[in-house]
């Protein structure tokens, strides 16, 4: 069991304050790669990306290409927890196609009403977006074939929790595949108990054997786990905490057991 040793209150405060900036001004300075640029050297299809609001994609804040691992298909019903200004969502729609449905769960209300928006504006009918924390989705059991998340669990301060609410909202057979910043090593406590670090995407990296074994714990099976060579941070001090104790991105496919 992972101690949780960041203030929550203060760890969603700074959040949202991040993500707020991302979703407004994506061309400002933070620690982090945002936009095409990263999204097409991590791997995403350059022609998708063509065909989704540019604007999703200039605050697209990511780290990996994880649908290399699992893809999503035409019909099916998609979650992605912590969607951001969308970019992964819209994506996924383009694969499941008008038969399916994708919703997107985000807490920070900026980044919300900008997906919302770009939805409307391009006519995007089978997304839907929601306010909520993934710690408590307020989905019913089985409700998705596939959970995705790109980026979004190393902040979350209780992650067995958030990897219970993906296994709980996964159908029997479903897919939960995704991307996250993890370290080789411990991280020390005075990163860990920094909630400004922790917004960063650097601070909540967990030791990646105990990621595993908390969506093993969640009772997902995992199936496959790989290193993001291509995501690098921008930060002297992201770069460092790199070094130092190996955070790095990967993705990851587990899969809910059939019952
Ligand atoms: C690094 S961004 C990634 C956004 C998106 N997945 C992307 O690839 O661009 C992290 C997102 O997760 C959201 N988030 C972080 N913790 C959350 C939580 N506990 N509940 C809901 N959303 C959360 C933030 O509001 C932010 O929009």
């Known amino acids: 069991m992972a101690t949780i040793t960041v203030d929550q209150n203060d760890l969603e405060i700074?959040?949202?304050?991040?993500?707020r900036d991302v979703a407004q001004d994506p061309y400002g300075d933070f620690h982090f790669e945002l936009g095409r640029g990263?999204?097409?050297?991590?791997?995403y299809p350059a022609a998708e990306l063509d065909r989704i609001p540019p604007d999703a994609v200039a605050s697209f804040a990511g780290v990996g290409y994880y649908l290399r691992l699992h893809d999503v298909t035409p019909g099916e019903r998609v979650l992605d927890l912590g969607s951001g200004s969308g970019m992964d969502v819209f994506i996924a729609a383009l694969r499941v196609g008008p038969e399916g449905r994708v919703t997107g769960v985000d807490m920070t209300p900026e980044q919300l009403g900008k997906a919302t928006r770009l939805r409307d504006e391009a006519g995007i009918g089978h997304v839907e977006f929601v306010e909520a924390h993934l710690e408590r989705l307020p989905f019913?059991?089985?409700?998705f074939d596939t959970v995705l998340s790109n980026g979004v669990i190393n902040?979350?301060?209780d992650k067995a929790v958030v990897f219970r609410e993906a296994a709980r909202v996964l159908r029997p057979g479903g897919s939960l595949v995704l991307a996250d910043i993890v370290?080789?090593?411990?991280l020390p406590d005075s990163i860990v108990c920094n909630a400004t670090l922790w917004a960063a995407c650097i601070g909540g990296a967990l030791e990646q054997g105990l990621y595993a074994?908390?969506?093993?714990e969640a009772g997902?099976?995992?199936e496959q786990v790989v290193d993001n060579t291509e995501y690098r941070f921008l930060s002297k001090g992201a770069q460092g905490a790199t070094a130092d104790y190996g955070v790095k991105s990967i993705s990851?496919?587990?899969r809910k057991p059939r019952a």
């Open 220 to 222: 997902l099976a995992v």
């Open 14 to 19: 700074r959040v949202k304050s991040m993500y």
């Open 252 to 254: 990851l496919h587990a």
């Open 38 to 43: 990263l999204a097409e050297r991590l791997g």
């Open 213 to 216: 074994r908390l969506a093993e």
């Open 183 to 186: 370290s080789e090593v411990p």
């Open 140 to 143: 019913a059991d089985g409700s």
């Open 155 to 157: 902040l979350c301060a």
